[in-house]
């Protein structure tokens, strides 16, 4: 037995071999350079010893059975690096094959976590065993930190599954799977209960399968569904890339065009040509700038604010018991089920019994849609329901420990609602307010405990945005930031933490692009090349329809609040470009979809087409404009106002930035966030400034850059 090297092996009487990843002193398994070594000795072992070995069982003594490649190594890879990283693919795939044409059967016993490079391991065994435990996911989620699975995920999938179906259900998607599902998809084969149960049933099928090969080292092997010679698949293929592009709304992603050309060549060729294809594709989009930006925001800033990085120190993890929530509308129905969903009793109020119960419908239809789907149980769902009591009476607050408000946008209507409900909480009950727009420490201004007063901002629809926006107040204190934390977190949602300022972070700086948007109209250029635009940048919603959603009112409501404060305090106001067209459409009685009309036309309240009058009467039709200048137009104001948070104090970390960005107001993910997107820029944060010069020369102050950032460009000059 071999001793403190990252694999070790071990045979058994049977003459069974059980290779233990087992990476010493690390808390998971990675793909480094100490893994490959072990690894190659483990298999140049097996291979010299394998007249006497009967099978092989791939293990691991991690709670995650691996953990993938090593993205610390892959986060800093230039073009410079690309020979290295061929290289380095090489022997992987190497190791792999050697492994799946050993002549004796091998199976990965996967009682754990296997993401990425995870399961390729298993993928180049003959037979995949996953462990049926809460919290155990199985996949090749690459794409969504801008990569393909480099180790010989694409060609096994694709020979696995067919082209269409390892495609554009696995590699394309990214999904980390229950193991019901991966068993479903086809990456496990197996599924066992227990670890015990995983080691016995990977004996027994060793003992059923002395003879075990790949299905495409079998004579006579066809791929599933064909290659791109066979004429059925040759007449769907030409879709595919169209498909991907209505995917991505036409963002710079390249990690998925990657995927599909190496499915596409790989199956035109033998397996190690397949593998070197695959290389290729895999090495251009780890030396490239999206997989760093990606990365980035998707696992080193998600990590670090999911592992409490904004959290103050010393405070207890908390859990309400009860919930009160204020306000049942749109935002109140969803913030209850959610709660709900946690597991918390809710007291869901409003001004009338109709009106609470029209909230608690919401979350009826939704566990109604999810029994359907078979997302959840008949009796989950309504043991869900039991939780939420709608009610008209401040009496039913009783013994509450949060109360989370989400009444109109009004300062007096929200003092008043924490006045009266106020001798009903438990006394030192969380106070949160879901304002959008409404400084907390104005807010907190109405409520006897100010320290106790937070921002709570959710984003809708509430049950499937997966950000909250906390706002410290200025008398906010550290014990209820914790508490909001702990809140945020336990309806499994990211926190991510900012200063008080109006309109905070994010509502603030999406109104930068909605007005971007509005701007383009005003200077005559055609609504449908606008949407294309923001489409290409990368936005998951064009920027027109997003604008008619959010409703045409509140940015001028929130444009003549912020005038007055700007004109009460002696300054002179700089109108926007955006606002002449916002007030022409609001006078023409179309303020945005829910008042049936806007930049679009609604039937029905569907959309059905942009409204004609932009090209006949705003004369918006000039179709001869740089998309692409466009695109960083909507990306740039965004970018710096962002910057301006940050000299005010609003931001205090890249982090919250970029994912707040991405997770709350749909920045897009290529750019791994709002502050990556400048740090990624060609030419870095100088070449970001001295692209907003330009455009600034060109439209204006709103592209003129703080000097903050003009000073960082100069020190890294
Ligand atoms: P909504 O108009 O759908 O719902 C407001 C609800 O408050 C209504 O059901 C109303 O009857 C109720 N209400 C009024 N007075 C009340 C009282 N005295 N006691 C109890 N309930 C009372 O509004 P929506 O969209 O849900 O917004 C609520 C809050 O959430 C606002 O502050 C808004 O700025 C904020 N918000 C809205 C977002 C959105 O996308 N709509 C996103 C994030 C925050």
Redesign the pocket.
């Known amino acids: 037995m071999t001793e403190q090297k990252a694999v070790r092996w071990e045979k058994g009487e049977d003459g069974i071999v059980v290779v233990t990843l087992d990476d010493p002193g690390r808390s998971a398994n990675t793909m480094n350079e100490r893994y490959v070594a072990a690894m190659d000795e483990c298999v140049d072992a097996l291979v010299a010893d394998k007249e006497n070995i009967t099978g092989v069982i791939v293990t691991s003594a991690k709670k995650t059975f691996f953990a993938g490649g090593d993205l610390d190594a892959m986060s800093t890879a230039t073009a410079a690096d690309a020979p290295a990283y061929m290289e380095q693919t090489a022997v992987v795939k190497r190791q792999f094959r050697k492994l799946e044409t050993l002549g004796r059967p091998v199976v990965a016993a996967m009682g754990g976590t296997a993401l990425g490079g995870g399961l390729e391991i298993g993928l180049a065994c003959h037979h995949r065993i996953g462990l049926d435990a809460k919290g155990v996911v199985y996949g090749l989620p690459e794409v969504t930190l801008g990569l393909l699975p480099g180790g010989g995920g694409v060609v096994r999938t694709v020979r696995m599954l067919g082209i269409a179906n390892a495609v554009m259900n696995v590699l394309v998607q990214g999904q980390r799977h229950k193991p019901a599902k991966a068993l479903e998809i086809g990456i496990i084969d197996e599924l066992a209960a227990t670890p015990e149960e995983m080691l016995d049933k990977a004996r027994a099928w060793i003992a059923a399968n002395p003879d075990a090969k790949q299905p495409w080292d079998q004579p006579g092997y066809k791929i599933p569904g064909g290659t791109p010679s066979n004429p059925k698949l040759a007449s769907v293929l030409p879709a595919f890339p169209a498909n991907l592009r209505k995917q991505l709304k036409g963002a710079p992603m390249p990690a998925p065009r990657n995927i599909l050309a190496a499915a596409v060549e790989g199956t035109q060729v033998d397996i190690e040509t397949a593998f070197r294809i695959e290389a290729r594709y895999f090495t251009e989009l780890v030396t490239g700038q999206v997989s760093k930006n990606m990365t980035k925001a998707f696992f080193y800033d998600l990590q670090a604010i999911n592992g409490g990085k904004s959290r103050p120190d010393g405070y207890e993890k908390w859990q309400p018991t009860k919930v009160a929530v ?9 913030i209850a089920y959610v709660c709900a969903l946690a597991g918390w009793d809710v007291v869901l ?4 019994p109709e ?2 119960q ?2 608690k419908a919401y979350s009826e239809g939704l566990v109604a849609k999810g029994v359907e789907r078979g997302r959840t149980t008949q009796e989950k769902g309504d043991a869900l329901l039991a939780r939420i009591t709608p009610t ?1 009476s401040y009496a039913d607050l009783a013994g509450c420990d949060i109360v989370i ?6 300062v007096e ?2 003092h ?2 924490f006045q ?1 409900a106020a001798p009903h909480l438990a006394p030192d009950a969380l106070l949160c ?6 400084p907390i420490t104005e807010l907190a201004k109405g409520v006897d405990r100010p320290a106790d007063f937070i921002g709570l ?4 629809p509430v049950d499937k945005m997966p950000l909250v926006e906390i706002i410290r107040g200025e008398q906010t204190s550290d014990a209820a930031l914790a508490k909001a934390f702990d809140v945020t977190l336990g309806i499994k949602k990211t926190p991510i933490v900012v200063n008080d300022s109006r309109g905070f972070f994010t ?1 603030r700086v999406i109104g930068t692009f909605l007005n971007e948007g509005v701007a383009m109209l005003a200077e005559g250029i055609d609504p449908q090349t606008i949407e294309q635009a923001s489409a290409q940048a990368g936005y998951p919603a064009p920027v027109l329809q997003l604008m008619d959603e ?1 409703t045409l009112t509140l940015p001028q409501k929130i444009r003549n609040e912020s005038k007055a404060a700007v004109q009460a305090a002696g300054g002179t106001w700089d109108p926007h470009p955006a606002e002449q067209v916002l007030d022409r459409l609001v006078e023409a009685g179309r303020p945005g979809k829910s008042g049936g009309a806007g930049f679009y036309d609604y039937a029905d309240g569907r959309r059905t087409r942009l409204w004609p009058g932009l090209r006949t009467e705003l004369g918006a039709t000039n179709h001869d404009v740089d998309l692409h200048e466009l695109s960083e137009r909507m990306l740039f104001v965004e970018a710096i106002e962002t910057q301006k948070c940050f000299d005010e104090g609003v931001l205090t970390t890249d982090a919250d930035a970029n994912i707040g960005s991405i997770f709350g107001i749909g920045f897009p993910a290529w750019t791994g966030g709002v502050v990556q997107y400048v740090e990624g820029y060609p030419g870095g944060v100088a070449g970001f400034v001295a692209r907003a010069d330009e455009l600034a020369g060109k439209y204006g102050s709103r592209f003129t850059v703080p000097e903050s950032l003009r000073s960082r460009a100069a020190e890294a000059a």
């Open positions: 204020l306000g049942a509308g749109m935002m109140g129905a969803g109020k409003d001004v009338s009106a609470a029209k909230g008209d408000e989400a009444v109109f946008e009004s209507l929200k008043r609602v009266e307010s879901n304002t959008s727009t409404l901002h959710f984003f809708s509502s959010l």
